[in-house]
């Protein structure tokens, strides 16, 4: 697949209220070095060419400053700013009721992950090739993993095997189409697609990709995007 008409649309998912970051808005709004964090993902994905069409669900009543970000960014391929649901579920759904018929493959993305590097964007996309339904960027997991009951530990599980998986997502769009019309719930779409029975496959993620979910994990990205000049 090449990335000129590419058939390749994103969802980004931004609706959520961010309960564990307690902010005074929801978390695709706080304060990224002067941006609503959700500006950063956008821009960036806006700016793949491997990505035709985006369409960004909003939090409930925030659908107006998410469209004015968008237009504030010049963020062209942004086609529906949509307000999102109870889940990160029906979020999706929600956005990808927007996504045509003709698009070939969706990506599904967490505003929550503001640092994304185009290389993972190529490598989800491609990743699709002969016949995956979903490709799923992911980073071994570096820590000794334990199982706890409260705070006892009552397993060390073996590490091997094991990976933290990120968002951008990449599916077949009439498999995720008809992964989602279930119904259920889950903290990523290929687990949706999984049990729908598709074909899921890992590509090398990256570590910079690190959902935002206290304001310690934004202060990282911040760094990190300092870092990057
Ligand atoms: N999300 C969404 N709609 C929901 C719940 C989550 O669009 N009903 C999005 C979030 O905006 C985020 C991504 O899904 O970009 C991952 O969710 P998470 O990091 O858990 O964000 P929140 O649900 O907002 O945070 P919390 O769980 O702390 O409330
Ligand atoms: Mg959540």
Sequence with gaps: MSPSGTGVWAVVVAAGR??????????????LAGRPLLAESLERLDASPWIEALVVVAPVEWEEPAILLAEELGAGSVRAVVPGGATRADSVRTGLAEVPDEAAVVLVHDAARPLVPEE??????????????????????????????????TATVEREGLYGAQTPQA?????????????????????????AGGR????????????????????????????AG
């Design 171 to 195: 599916f077949a769009a009439d498999v995720l189409r008809r992964a989602l019309a279930g119904g259920d719930d889950a903290t990523d779409c290929a687990g949706l697609v999984e049990a």
């Design 120 to 153: 993972v964007v190529e490598r989800v996309v491609t990743g699709l090739a002969d016949g995956w339904d979903g490709a799923v960027p992911a980073v071994p997991l570096a820590d000794t993993v334990k199982r706890a009951e409260g705070e006892t530990v």
């Design 200 to 227: 899921v496959r890992l590509v090398e993620g990256d570590r910079r990709l690190l959902k935002v979910t206290t304001p310690a994990d934004l202060a990282l990205v911040e760094a990190l995007l300092r870092a």
């Design 18 to 31: 961010g309960e564990r970051f307690r902010g005074d808005r929801p978390k695709a709004f706080a304060n």
